[in-house]
C-alpha cells in the first residue's frame, strides 16, 4: 500500500471534519497530489466526549487538542487541524502552529425564531451559550437575559434551539459559512457589539517543530494577514492567563498595514469588564497585544482575575 502524503488529524465534528478537508484541498492544489492520498484521521478528544458539562469545569481549551497532539507525537498523523479559537495559549514543547488559513469572518452569529437581534428579545428571555465569553457580553449589554450552558456540536445546537429548549443561541459565524448553513443565521453581531473569541474563524495547522517535511508541505498554506491577526490576539490572551474559565475577548484587523486590536476582559455576570484598545505596524502585532493585556491586568487589578 503507497504511504499517504500527508496524514491529517482532526476531530470529528462535521465543523472539524470540514476544515480538515478545506486543508486537504489546499494541499492538493500546492502539491498536485490527488486528494485520495492525503489521509484524514479522525480523533475523539476529551471535550468531544464530555457534553454534559461546561467546557470551564471539565479544564478548558485543552481538551480539544490533547489527543490529536499525542497522535502527532508518536508520528500517527503528520499535521493537526484545529480551530484556533480552542488552542491553549502555551503549546507542548516541540509543537508548534506552522501555517494559518485565510480567516473567515470572525463575527458571532444570532441565531432565534423569537426575535431578529439579541436586543428584541423579551425581558427574562433564555438563551444558549457554552462560552463564558459570549455569556458575559450577553449578561453585560441584557442583564435580565439568563444563560444557561449549551454544550454540543453546530447541528446540536440548532436542534435544541428548535425544540424550544432556548429562545435564541449565539454561534461563530465561520463555522456557520463552513458548513454552508449560514441561512440559518438571524442576524450578525459586529465585533463592536460583541468582540469575538481570540482567534475565532482562524483555522491552524499543527506540527512537531522538528518535521520539516511537514513545514515545507503546508508552507504556501500559510495567510500573512490572518498570521498577524491572531499574533496580536494570542500575545493579549497570553499575558491575562486566559483560559476556557476567563471571560476575554479580542480582536485584531489589518487595514493599510496598519494593525487595529480591540481587547476586553469581563466577569462572569457582565457586572463589570475592562477594554483597551491599540493600533500600530504589522511587525508590531504581538507587542500591541502584550501591551493591551498589560494594561488590562494593571486596570483590572490581582483580584479581577483570580477571582473568575
Known amino acids: 500500500m503507497q504511504t499517504p502524503f500527508l496524514k491529517i488529524g482532526t476531530r470529528g465534528s462535521l465543523l472539524a471534519l470540514a476544515q480538515a478537508h478545506e486543508v486537504r484541498d489546499r494541499l492538493v492544489a500546492a502539491h498536485g497530489v490527488a486528494r485520495e492520498d492525503i489521509e484524514i ?3 475523539k478528544t476529551t471535550g468531544d466526549r ?16 490533547k489527543e490529536i497532539e499525542e497522535a502527532l507525537y508518536d508520528g500517527s498523523i503528520d499535521i493537526a487541524v484545529h480551530s484556533m479559537k480552542d488552542m491553549p495559549t502555551e503549546l507542548p514543547p516541540g509543537m508548534e502552529i506552522a501555517a494559518l488559513l485565510p480567516r473567515e469572518d470572525a463575527r458571532d452569529a444570532f441565531l432565534s425564531p423569537k426575535a431578529k437581534n439579541l436586543m428584541g428579545l423579551d425581558q427574562g428571555a433564555v438563551v444558549g451559550s ?3 465569553r459570549r455569556a458575559a457580553q450577553i449578561k453585560r ?4 437575559i439568563k444563560v444557561v450552558n449549551f454544550r454540543g456540536n453546530v447541528q446540536t445546537r440548532l436542534k435544541k434551539l428548535e425544540s424550544g429548549i432556548v429562545d435564541a443561541t449565539l454561534l461563530a ?16 453581531i459586529e465585533a463592536s457589539d460583541m468582540l469575538p473569541a481570540v482567534a475565532q474563524g482562524a483555522i491552524g495547522i499543527e506540527i512537531k517543530s522538528d518535521d520539516d517535511n511537514a513545514r515545507s508541505a503546508i508552507a504556501s498554506l500559510n495567510d500573512d494577514q490572518t498570521e498577524i491577526c491572531v499574533a496580536a490576539e494570542r500575545a493579549f490572551l497570553k499575558v491575562l492567563d486566559g483560559s476556557c474559565q476567563t471571560p476575554i475577548a479580542g480582536y485584531a484587523e489589518v ?11 469581563l466577569k462572569p455576570d457582565g457586572s463589570e469588564s475592562f477594554s483597551a484598545s491599540r493600533e500600530g505596524g ?27
Do not use: C, W
Open 173 to 188: 459565524y465561520a463555522g456557520l459559512k463552513r458548513l454552508s448553513i449560514e441561512h440559518e443565521v438571524t442576524s450578525l
Open 255 to 265: 487595514k493599510n498595514a496598519t494593525v487595529m486590536f480591540s481587547g476586553m476582559i
Open 50 to 65: 464530555v457534553q454534559d458539562r461546561s467546557l470551564s469545569e471539565i479544564g478548558g481549551k485543552g481538551l480539544f487538542t
Open 130 to 132: 457554552s462560552s463564558l
Open 282 to 308: 504589522v511587525d508590531d502585532a504581538a507587542a500591541l497585544g502584550l501591551d493591551a493585556g498589560a494594561e488590562l491586568k494593571e486596570r483590572a487589578g490581582p483580584d479581577f482575575l483570580a477571582n473568575l
Open 141 to 144: 449589554l441584557r442583564p435580565d
Open 41 to 43: 484521521i479522525v480523533i
